[in-house]
């Protein structure tokens, strides 16, 4: 899927059967290994570079990364960690 007709956000918010973008800040345990599943899945070059730092953004509440594989991989870590890699 490219995700250029739909944006990441909203791919991960249907993809978690979420009704809301603000439902994937409250992910359970087992639903944070889920999302990262699936965002181990997507393929860094199929999304654009600013729909990546927008994930990392929502998610993180950071910002720059400069390849879709580097936010890729901080999102996986994120979800890896039991709390949401909050510190």
């Known amino acids: ?4 007709q739909i944006h990441i956000l909203e791919y991960l ?3 978690m059967d979420c009704d809301t ?4 800040l409250i992910l359970t345990e087992a639903e944070q290994e889920r999302i990262r599943g699936i965002i181990e899945r997507i393929a860094p070059e199929n999304v654009p570079l600013e729909q990546w730092n927008d994930a990392l953004r929502f ?3 950071t910002w720059g990364a400069q390849s879709g594989d580097a936010v890729k ?3 996986i870590f994120f ?5 949401g890699g909050k510190e």
Not at 21 to 24: G, I, P, R, S, T
Not at 79 to 83: A, E, G, Q, S, V
């Open 13 to 15: 918010k249907n993809s």
């Open 1 to 4: 899927m490219l995700y250029s």
């Open 79 to 83: 979800f890896t960690k039991p709390d």
């Open 21 to 24: 973008f603000e439902d994937l």
């Open 73 to 75: 991989q901080r999102l």
């Open 59 to 61: 998610f993180t509440g």
